[in-house]
């Protein structure tokens, strides 16, 4: 024993309402409430060696309501992570600390994942948790068998994403996953009456989910209910009735003390009312060490574990998958081989479908689904049977109506590592599920979104239906790349590029409405971003840039003036991101300044002006109409009828 | 009696088959499916004057589940509304008709709003119940006193929306909101048991609703269970339980009728088995009678309706409400006019604060809130006290942590018309509602998005707080004006030209940190969207063109650059949106093309090339970081310091 139970949590709420004080921002309520609840799961239940962050069979552990972050700070230094140092600490919130306001995966091994849009942890964590069992399906318990715990605030369970990550993890029966509600009735409003009367037990139960619940300052209680969770074969929620700042005498329980710091009287009364004499940010040595041993609690399961999986069969292929490493050939060569010799006239959601056919056969850890859209989406292989509780193994989500909580447990499950998930719903739908994708980016991941009917090209389901403003805006977001594919080849290359991004996200946008296919070479043109498809036959004065769809167009145009004595390049430009890697004379040959550059995408103009300047920029400004296509073009103003006369007159 | 209902159900069936057929396009198996409900709901249940649609106390009918919107039309025309004639239903997904692809309140009066989005419909229908209570607390049960009626499918309850939706009906306690729900089993990708397992029932009964259930198809059943719902003062759930595509023998209750034309065999055979005898679009008369006596049973109620409301003393200003006209004087004029005699360093955010606390007195239609972040979007005024089942009179809603349903509560409200709604939450949450906000523009509806901490500026909590693409991601949105004000007055003028857009939504742009006021006159030039804040005294070679924060920044390079010689103006642009508006030689006398034209601006520079040209953009193309302000500007190079350099580079 040693040390009691308390002194363990207290050291947790000292570590966080110093560092909060020391920054003068951040957020004491939570770590302080949820110390002792979070000290119950490190020493009793969590699977992890502090020594080895990457163990890949190590539990998960998910902050879900990350404006706590000084709670997994604290956890990560008191059990011996390399990092954060109490220097780290003794920085947070501060430039070039690891320790950033909100947790983040990219700063600190131990962080699972970039917590702090609210609802998004949960959601991840059933990502996590669905490939914890689809790998222990393929690779057996000796190999992966792990939970997944999370620690969620009323913010969480609030918003719209934790309706469909439970009603998710409740169908597909995530018993691994277990979810810590830090029940302490505040907001940052106030309390949570002022805005909620659900009985949230009750709306988990309705979705299939094991609950209890536990006092969450009674060591015992907790330690009840977490075995509970462990044990109970459905995903669990356990609702940890806490005190938000516990220990501080007079802000605990209120609002005030959840984003502001204590203040230097209500420190002093918290570290008298819980007997803490330590010097800010020092840790007593017996309480230092008993932290320190929980941190080795799990050294020999690891060493375990490692004897085994490198005894084992498939040992070195679950390494393989964990490290991100594809299979030597993913099959895509050989599909655009095919294609070359036999031309493909079809959408480019259906060319996806044939890539992913070829891939999903040679990258056996691609795992795909769709929001409810699998038969418009074209999402679904052969090689991709059903995932679910009866077969884990299989390798097809059908997600559900549920775009947000698809997104965000992609990239559950690309940050768990083993998997590579791609995904799709309409590319208008991409608002329902933006802020994940941008998480997808800040974090790193390799998901592939797969966006289909991608511009009033997708006709009669009208405005709300098409995307305009879409592909311009997801453009926008840092670190994402955005493919918008004009074949049957350039889609494959697009496929083959997004997967060989080991630190970013894609965005396939991919069409409703059949497209001829224009490549008749197999020269991966598609890396570069944007690349001359065509060259001017008389002498160039327009060069024409162009994207998905409206690359056929751009071709018909070129046709149109090159008829006329005018000279016309066909730039096609799948990737702007990719494009701008490219170095200044690439750039400079492709886009030269003596031709009159025109940018032709059926979406918002606003951007193009970056690639064309003071030249002419095709698109529409408003939203769509419902239509058939033909006539939706034709109304738009996206016909060689309408644009060649346009160009005629920026000429003159 | 006369015709029996199951003949006038059949009519809807008839016209949805017959115009999705000839559209070869669209979705018969909801309206098929929901015929027999609906066809109670209009008959006995919705208060409605065909001859009327624009009557303020009619009940609100909204279709959520927006595929079947052939059910509507059908409802529309059949009950002798002016329009959909039945050329427009043979033209359902023509180019020109009203009867798009999806419902669109801008094509025909009776839509009550766009659907297709699936989940807004309910969550739309929410706001509508909160606009009915709030001016039913007003106005008195005389003049305001009607239900709010939803069908729903799986769709639009398995979004996370509708947990978003559901939960703030239940807290609200909005008895007149009753949701039909089209109960029948199948996805776009097969049975709902492929991807949910959820007890609705149980779900709607935790947040506080009544539930109930009724065979779809028996018509007595479906009154029954529609009366319990109209009358229990719970919000109400009804589970209708029907086959979707009811009436084809083959391809009902499956989901290959969902979302594609029954094709002509079907048809036939449709025809035969629920003994249709009519041709194509032809509705016999008898049964058009019968409707038509439907559609004027609403009749003397709205007559005895305008009788009441002419004579009573708050009918004048219920119309005033209800028209969308401002009151005469909004109080921004004396607000400014107090600001110029004591300007005020503060962040936009408080200015947007002190601006409310003068419009919220003088226009008593304002109705605020915030998704739980009041004290941080400073959304809440003096004037505005809580709204909720205590005092629906009530002005401020305290959302909760759910930026979804706010927003589409908030496009709710403004279509119910009689409230003008404005809500609160962090910019970078923008991406939560996004899908919403551009529905309130396909939709003309203005609301307004107080969007605070809108850049690095805020700080500490890091990238994901920190908003990079946000501002010019909204800013391609069409029919939306997007706002980002440097200092009080400028802030102030904003919201004037926000609530004076009676068919467009806003955004504010805010920050959270301190702003001077630099604006001295009061001339509304935010109406320009882009105006010279202050003119070069040297030789003008440079312009400086920014926003919010980054205007102090553009007037301090100004001064750097001028203490060298260099003339430079400093151009304000608080709305890209207003400056395109204005004419070429405005917009050329701002923007000249005789000097390097710079933008700053704390976002991405994607988008600014329209405004600079070749010119220098000065912004983030990246994620922030977690920091102190001041810091992170440095860090990112919004100094003097870092820009000047570089635009004496570019002018060498």
Not at 344 to 362: I, N, Q
């Amino acid at each position: 024993m040693g040390i009691e139970d308390r002194k363990l949590a207290d050291a947790i709420r000292a570590l966080a309402m110093d560092a909060v004080e020391a920054a003068n921002s951040g957020h004491p309520g939570m770590p302080m409430g949820m110390a002792d609840v979070a000290t119950v799961l490190f020493r009793d239940f969590l699977k992890f060696d502090a020594s080895d962050p990457q163990w890949s069979d190590r539990d998960r552990f998910v902050l879900s309501a990350g404006h706590g972050s000084m709670l997994i700070y604290a956890l990560l230094h008191l059990t011996g992570y390399a990092r954060p140092t109490i220097d780290d600490i003794r920085n947070f919130r501060q430039l070039g600390s690891p320790c950033a306001g909100h947790p983040e995966n990219f700063e600190l091994p131990g962080v699972e994942c970039t917590t702090g849009p609210l609802g998004q942890g949960v959601a991840m964590a059933v990502g996590m948790a669905m490939a914890e069992r689809h790998l222990n399906a393929v690779f057996g318990d000796d190999l992966v068998d792990h939970h997944t715990w999370v620690i969620a605030g009323d913010g969480c369970l609030m918003e719209g994403i934790n309706h469909e990550a439970v009603g998710l993890a409740g169908h597909l029966k995530l018993g691994r996953l277990n979810v810590l509600w830090d029940d302490n009735r505040i907001t940052i409003d106030g309390a949570t009456s002022l805005s909620t009367s659900e009985d949230i037990l009750a709306r988990h139960a309705a979705a299939g989910w094991h609950t209890t619940s536990c006092d969450g300052h009674d060591f015992k209680d907790i330690a009840r209910a977490l075995a509970e969770a462990a044990e109970d074969p459905r995903p669990s929620l356990v609702a940890c009735r806490t005190v938000i700042g516990k220990g501080a005498p007079n802000k605990g329980g209120t609002h005030n003390v959840h984003g502001s710091p204590l203040g230097a009287d209500e420190v002093s009364a918290t570290r008298a009312a819980i007997g803490w004499e330590a010097a800010p940010f020092d840790i007593p040595a017996g309480i230092a060490d008993a932290w320190a041993e929980i941190g080795k609690r799990g050294r020999a399961a690891r060493e375990a574990w490692e004897a085994r999986a490198s005894a084992h069969p498939k040992g070195a292929e679950l390494a393989r998958r964990m490290a991100g490493t594809l299979p030597a050939d993913d099959g895509i060569e050989a599909h655009i081989a095919a294609l070359l010799a036999n031309p493909a006239k079809v959408a480019t959601r259906k060319a996806s479908e044939m890539a992913l056919e070829a891939l999903t056969v040679a990258v056996p850890e691609l795992v795909g689904g769709s929001a409810d859209l699998t038969g418009s989406n074209n999402t679904k292989t052969k090689a991709t049977t059903p995932f679910g509780p009866d077969d884990y193994a299989g390798r097809y989500v059908y997600y559900g109506i549920r775009e947000f909580g698809m997104a965000a447990a992609m990239n559950g499950m690309a940050l768990h590592g083993g998997v590579i998930p791609y995904g799709g719903t309409f590319l208008v739908f991409a608002d329902y599920c933006r802020n994940a994708i941008r998480l997808s980016a800040i974090q790193h991941q390799r998901v592939v979104y797969v966006m289909t009917h991608d511009s009033i090209g997708l006709g009669e389901d009208g405005p709300t239906h098409q995307p305009v403003e879409h592909v311009m805006s997801l453009r926008a977001i840092p670190n994402l790349l955005v493919f918008r594919p004009c074949d049957a080849v350039e889609t494959a290359e697009c496929w083959a590029l997004a997967l060989a991004q080991t630190d970013r996200p894609s965005v396939l946008a991919l069409t409703r409405q059949n497209l001829p296919q224009l490549r008749t070479d197999a020269g991966m043109q598609s890396a570069k971003g944007g690349y001359r498809l065509k060259s001017a036959t008389a002498a160039r004065r327009v060069v024409l840039v162009a994207t998905g769809s409206e690359v056929e167009l751009a071709v018909n145009v070129a046709a149109a003036l090159e008829a006329q004595g005018i000279g016309a390049d066909v730039v096609s430009m799948p990737c702007t991101e990719l494009f701008d890697q490219q170095n200044a004379a690439y750039r400079a040959d492709i886009l030269p300044t003596d031709a009159l550059l025109v940018s032709i995408e059926a979406g918002v103009t606003l951007g193009w002006q970056k690639y064309v300047g003071q030249g002419l920029t095709i698109g529409i400004d408003s939203f769509g109409a419902s239509a058939p296509a033909p006539d939706l073009f034709r109304h738009f103003g996206f016909t060689p009828e309408a644009i060649v006369p346009r160009i005629l007159e920026r000429l003159a």
